[in-house]
């Protein structure tokens, strides 16, 4: 009998771990991941091993109810959909919503606000000429925004995003928020010490006589964009730039794929393709040029679109 009992109340505890903690408090946060415009599963469960029930994009906003370990339970503001994440894409620390205004041209008009961060994405709804929106995140091509009058969530290009009402036409300054976006070309890398605990620090310059930005652990990932003697310039998923010594950066990034994608010869659909990627295939990520990774999956290195891929 206590067998039973203990079998039933493991099993209970199983199912309560996959579910998402709706009914908990929540805090709210956003996506935030190496590549712009990149994507992860959804998992059902704290774990790849769970199945996906949806995805989520760079910048998207989520209520985050709890963490298990390396996973944290969310739910995304788009969507609705609730399940689980890798909590390293998590960032608590997004700036405050910036209320701005729409300008299409001097004429008037209006826009779509797409479902993602691209043309090919669905279309949400609209937005007219001098429409108040509130910018949820912003990017150098894409932003995500709130139009205030109808509560419409989605992106439209950056471009179209002025700080003042645009009462007549031409007024206002395009957009004066700095930009947030991650660095859209780099190799990608992680910080290698000689123990699992060991840290590096982050320097302001190429040189220990720079100061410190802090200290970075094992494994941090890093967008390395510059080399200045013996030491990495890097930004991190924060968005912080510094210099790292270069006995410290280790290239190439494990990941793995979340479809089946075309492995190209080059960084674009007019390059042919070389082999079919099937969904969970293991990959190494060298560098990323805007909506392209350069992979090496097996004996084959190609490129494949980032909307196809996460890290490990």
Known sequence: MKKKILAICLALTLVLCTLPLAGFAATAAKVKMPNEGGSLNLRSGPGTNYSSVGYVQDGDSIQVYAENGEWSSIT???????????????????????????????DGGSLKVRAGAGTNYGVNGYVQHGDAITVLSKGDVWSQIKVNKNGVTGYIKTKYIRSNPPSTAG????????????????????????????????????????????????????????????WRKVTLNNGTSGYVQKNYVSFGVKGVTTGNVNLRTGAGTNHSVKVVLSKGTSITVHSISGNWAKVTAGSNTGYISIKYFEYN
Not at 205 to 211: S, V
């Open 171 to 230: 007024s206002g300054p395009i957009w004066d928020v700095p930009s947030t976006s991650a660095p859209t070309t780099y190799d990608a890398a992680v910080i290698m010490t000689k123990t699992v605990g060991g840290q590096v620090n982050l320097r302001s310059g190429a040189g220990t006589n720079y100061q410190s930005l802090g200290k970075l652990s094992r494994g941090t990932f890093l967008k390395v964009t510059g080399t200045s003697g013996d």
């Open 76 to 106: 995304v503001d788009r969507t609705g959909k609730s399940g689980y994440i890798k909590t390293k894409y998590i960032s608590t620390s997004a700036s405050a919503s910036t209320t701005a205004y729409v300008y299409v041209s001097a």
